[in-house]
């Protein structure tokens, strides 16, 4: 089956940029698109079709897929970002949607 | 506007068969482009992907999970049901539907989620 992974927690201080990697054989070949999930509430996506933000997302949340690795980018990472974020693909060969195991973004 | 409200037991006893509904608003399931997903996510765990239904009647499952779930849609009555049989205390989780989009798979509305507890 196919796999996403993702490290388990990213650490950045306030200001500056956070990238997230997201891993997978040949996902440059597939759409990657990521969600952002604060407890309590339901997941938010924030990049789709690898680069797209969709409205409402602020400018600073960017998205990259080349190769084997998707990264999110959060720039000027404000304290309001501290979350756990998943990658997710859609697996031609299985029919399946995949999600990375998820990273924790701690600002600090 | 999009909502997704899903609902369902709370609690379910091992072995036993779950029903989950999702009803939708603010757009239709006939929308060619536009499908249901089920996602979940144990205590501390992460998110799962489960199934998905589009307008087109295509169903797609989880290769683990396939022999226990079923996915079906009523147009008429903008819901999506989701069963899960055999339930066992490892699926205790929150459930959550989503409007999937075709194109990327990206699932852009997220409903509240329903939190399902398998024991006896």
């Known amino acids: 089956s196919y796999e996403l992974t993702q490290p388990p927690s990213v650490s950045v201080s306030p200001g500056q940029t956070a990238s997230i990697t997201c891993s997978g054989d040949?996902?440059?070949?597939?759409?990657a698109c990521w969600y952002q999930h604060k407890p309590g509430q339901s997941p938010l996506l924030v990049i789709y079709?690898?680069?797209k933000r969709p409205s409402g997302i602020p400018e600073r949340f960017s998205g990259s897929n080349s190769g084997n690795t998707a990264t999110l980018t959060i720039s000027g990472t404000q304290a309001m970002d501290e979350a756990d974020y998943y990658c997710?693909?859609?697996?031609?060969?299985?029919?399946?949607?995949?999600f990375g195991g998820g990273s924790k973004l701690t600002v600090l | 506007q999009v909502t997704l409200k899903e609902s369902g037991p709370v609690l379910v006893k091992p072995t036993e068969t779950l029903t989950l509904t999702c009803i939708v608003s603010?757009?239709?399931?006939?929308?060619?482009?536009?499908?249901v997903s089920w996602i979940r996510q144990p205590p501390g765990k992460a998110l799962e992907w489960l199934a998905h239904?589009?307008?087109?009647?295509?169903?797609s499952y989880s290769t683990s999970l396939k022999s226990r779930l079923t996915i079906s849609k009523d147009t008429s009555k903008s819901q999506v049901v989701l069963t899960m049989t055999n339930m066992d205390p490892v699926d205790t989780a929150t459930y959550f539907c989503?409007?999937?989009?075709?194109?990327?798979?990206?699932?852009?509305?997220w409903g509240q989620g329903t939190t399902v507890t398998v024991s006896s």
């Open positions: 989503a409007r999937m989009r075709l194109v990327g798979f990206e699932s852009d509305v």
């Open positions: 040949k996902l440059g070949d597939k759409y």
């Open positions: 603010g757009f239709s399931l006939s929308n060619a482009r536009m499908g």
């Open positions: 997710q693909a859609w697996d031609r060969s299985t029919a399946n949607v995949v």
């Open positions: 239904i589009f307008s087109i009647d295509e169903k």
């Open positions: 079709l690898n680069t």
